[in-house]
């Protein structure tokens, strides 16, 4: 049993270092496959209202990665839960941009396993507040 979420915590990693390559490699293809495209997909980008379902979640992947904007992700304070089917990570993105100030932004992403591994369903990221 312990094997098992070994691996099931190894794939959720790998499904969620997936989604910050093609954030950062601005590929709105690979970005695509780490979701699951159906009605339940939610995503709160820093600063925007909940976007529901993948139409509008997609959309604003589209409008994100075409923005001319390069974006390095340094990730950090990964915690992976497994539960049946359902997994999450709780991380820090440590976002280092050329053009301007970086910052910190919490997240959490769900995934559900599908037959083809783990499909982001929800994201949600906040800034953080800079100290100081």
Same mark, same amino acid.
Not at 56 to 68: E, I, T, Y
Not at 113 to 124: C, E, I, S, T
């Given at each position: 049993?312990? %094997?098992?979420?070994?691996?099931?915590?190894? #794939?959720?990693?790998?499904?969620?270092?997936a989604f910050y390559a093609a954030f950062e490699a601005r590929d709105l293809d690979a970005m %695509? &496959?780490?979701?699951e495209r159906s009605e339940r997909t939610v995503c709160t980008h820093p600063g925007w209202s909940t976007l529901h379902g993948w139409g509008?979640? =997609? %959309? #604003?992947? %589209?409008? @994100? @990665? #075409?923005?001319?904007q390069r974006l390095q992700f340094i990730?950090?304070?990964e915690r992976v839960s497994v539960e049946g089917d359902v997994a999450w990570v709780a991380?820090?993105?440590?976002?280092?941009?050329?053009? =301007?100030? =970086?910052? &910190?932004?919490?997240? @959490?992403n769900v995934f559900s396993?599908?037959?083809?591994?783990?499909?982001?369903?929800?994201?949600?990221g #906040?800034?953080?507040?800079?100290? =100081?």
């Open positions: 049993m312990l %094997a098992r979420v070994q691996v099931d915590v190894d #794939s959720v990693l790998a499904a969620n270092r %695509a &496959t780490v979701w509008p979640v =997609g %959309a #604003s992947w %589209a409008a @994100l @990665l #075409s923005n001319g990730v950090t304070n991380c820090d993105e440590n976002l280092l941009a050329p053009e =301007g100030p =970086g910052g &910190t932004v919490a997240a @959490l396993r599908h037959d083809d591994g783990w499909l982001l369903v929800a994201h949600h #906040s800034p953080v507040a800079r100290s =100081g």
